[in-house]
C-alpha cells in the first residue's frame, strides 16, 4: 500500500447533479478524514470517522452532503444537487490513532478536484 | 473557534538566503503540523510538534513551537528553488481525544536565482 487514494481525480458536473468521491485510506490506519479546500487557501474538514463510526461533522457539511464508511475502509462522501459554490478539491486523510493518542499525522490523498457548472 | 494566521502569505525569496514563516494559533493546542503543498499535488507531511520548546529539522527546513506563544516557526536556511511550494500550519481543534486539523491560509513561497 502506497498511500490513501482517491477517485476520481477530477469531476465536471452540472448544478443540480449528485457525485461521489470514493477514498482509500492507508490499509491500516483507523482514522479517515475529508477535508475540502478551494483556491488560495487552506483545507478545511469536513467529517472524520473512526473505523466505520462518524465522529464529527462540520457545520460546512450541509444536508446535501454525506459521508459513509461502512466497513470501517473505504470512504464515499456524497454531494446531492451540486451548487457553483461546491466547486473544490476534496481531500482525503487517514490516521492511525493508538492508545495513549498523541502525535499521529495525517496523510493526504491527491484530492479529487470538482467543478461545478 | 480555533484560529490559525500565518505570515507572510506570500513570500519571493532569492537562492542561498534565510527566511522564517509564523504561524500563530488562538486557543491551547497539544499538536502542531506542517505541510508542504505543490501546485495541483495534495499535501505532504513536513513536521508534527509535540510539545513546547520541540524543534524539528529537516534538510533547509526547520520547526520550532512555543506553546506559550501560541507561535511555530518554519526557517528557511540557504533557500533553494526546490523549495517553493505553499507550506501550511495546522493545529488540532480540540484536545488530544479529537484530531481534525485547522490549517492557516498557508505560505506562498517562491524561491528564484
Known amino acids: 500500500d502506497t498511500g490513501v487514494s482517491q477517485d476520481p481525480r477530477h469531476k465536471i458536473t452540472k448544478r443540480g447533479q449528485n457525485v461521489t468521491f470514493r477514498c482509500d485510506p492507508i490499509?491500516?490506519?483507523?482514522?479517515l478524514y475529508w477535508y475540502r479546500q478551494t483556491l488560495g487557501q487552506g483545507p478545511e474538514f469536513l467529517t472524520y470517522f473512526q473505523n466505520e463510526a462518524q465522529l464529527e461533522k462540520s457545520r460546512l457539511l450541509s444536508d446535501r452532503f454525506s459521508a459513509e464508511r461502512p466497513k470501517g475502509s473505504f470512504s464515499t462522501l456524497e454531494i446531492q444537487r451540486t451548487e457553483q459554490g461546491d466547486s473544490a478539491m476534496y481531500l482525503c486523510a487517514s490516521s492511525l490513532r493508538f492508545l495513549g493518542g498523541g502525535g499521529e499525522t495525517q496523510y493526504f490523498g491527491p484530492g479529487t478536484r470538482l467543478l461545478v457548472l | 473557534e480555533l484560529k490559525v494566521e500565518q505570515n507572510p502569505l506570500f513570500l519571493s525569496m532569492q537562492e542561498g538566503k534565510n527566511y522564517t514563516i509564523y504561524c500563530n494559533y488562538s486557543?491551547?493546542?497539544?499538536?502542531l503540523y506542517w505541510y508542504r503543498q505543490d501546485p495541483g499535488k495534495s499535501l505532504e507531511s513536513l513536521f508534527v510538534?509535540?510539545?513546547?520548546?520541540a524543534v524539528k529539522q529537516e534538510g533547509r527546513l526547520m520547526a520550532s513551537l512555543d506553546t506559550k506563544a501560541r507561535l511555530s516557526t518554519l526557517h528557511i536556511t540557504a533557500a533553494v528553488h526546490d523549495l517553493s511550494a505553499t507550506y501550511f500550519c495546522?493545529?488540532?481543534?480540540?484536545?488530544?481525544?479529537?484530531?481534525?486539523?485547522?490549517f492557516g491560509k498557508g505560505t506562498r513561497l517562491s524561491v528564484i536565482a
Open positions: 510538534l509535540l510539545s513546547n520548546g
Open positions: 495546522a493545529v488540532t481543534g480540540w484536545n488530544s481525544g479529537n484530531t481534525p486539523l485547522v
Open positions: 486557543t491551547t493546542s497539544d499538536r
Open positions: 490499509s491500516e490506519h483507523n482514522r
